[in-house]
Nanobody, 118 residues
Framework: QVQLVESGGGLVQAGGSLRLSCVASARAFSNYAMGWFRQAPGKEREFVAVISPSGGTYNPDSRFTVSRDNDKNTAYLQMNSLKPEDTAVYYC???????????????WGKGTKVTGYS
């Protein structure tokens, strides 16, 4: 089974930036879409961004930019102009379809925590 490991979370002041990384163990990384999701305390998990195998992206919030380096089996989430309400555990996930629907993803990381403060 594919193992996904997120990193890069931490404490960030409002207006600051963070870049999250997600490293995949599988050699077929370049064949799959990589999605980013987050779950805030007391809330359901929600979609953040997704990148297709070829690099097409969908990110409803323009403050968040997703990218990937297939040579490094790594996906990234660049987060700018962070707000306290962006506080959440951020997860990456791998799946066969480029979609915001979390049900389409078959592998998930354990998450990395982002805490924003004002």
């Amino acid at each position: 089974q594919v193992q996904l490991v997120e990193s890069g979370g931490g404490l960030v002041q409002a207006g600051g930036s963070l870049r999250l990384s997600c490293v995949a163990s599988a050699r077929a990384f370049s064949n799959y879409a990589m999605g980013w999701f987050r779950q805030a305390p007391g809330k359901e998990r929600e979609f953040v961004a997704v990148i297709s195998p070829s690099g097409g992206t969908y990110n409803p919030d323009s403050r968040f930019t997703v990218s990937r380096d297939n040579d490094k089996n790594t996906a990234y989430l660049q987060m700018n102009s962070l707000k306290p309400e962006d506080t959440a555990v951020y997860y990456c996930a791998e799946g066969p379809v480029t979609t915001p629907d979390e049900r389409q993803y078959f592998s998930w990381g354990k998450g990395t925590k982002v805490t924003g403060y004002s």
